[in-house]
């Protein structure tokens, strides 16, 4: 999947734009590896994107960062999950 849909508006010259999308599709594949089965495709454009208005063009670099954010910030697959250590609520008998 491109990057390109992400870049709102942002403009790259042609070679950046290349080694942003190489950065974003090995963090999604690496992210595919790891099990991620949806991984979060909007904070790593996001990551990518600001790292590449500050200079940084190496697509290594730029992939293993948005890497490192993600893992920062769990993805959560549930709507309302609870803590590990929750127990289930209990409920007041009627």
């Known amino acids: 999947m491109p990057i390109r849909p992400y ?6 010259d042609a070679e950046t734009t ?3 999308g190489i950065a ?9 590896t790891r099990g991620d089965v949806d991984p979060p495709r909007d ?13 940084e063009r190496n697509p ?3 992939c293993e960062a948005a890497l490192k954010a993600v893992r920062e910030y769990p993805v959560v697959n549930a709507p309302n999950p609870l803590p590990a250590d ?4 209990v409920l007041p008998d009627s």
């Open 43 to 55: 904070t790593i454009a996001r990551i990518i994107i600001d790292l590449a208005k500050t200079g």
């Open 7 to 12: 870049l709102e508006g942002h403009r790259f």
């Open 86 to 89: 929750a127990s289930s609520p």
């Open 24 to 32: 974003f599709e090995t963090a999604i594949a690496a992210l595919h």
């Open 18 to 20: 290349r080694l942003m």
């Open 60 to 62: 290594e670099r730029l």
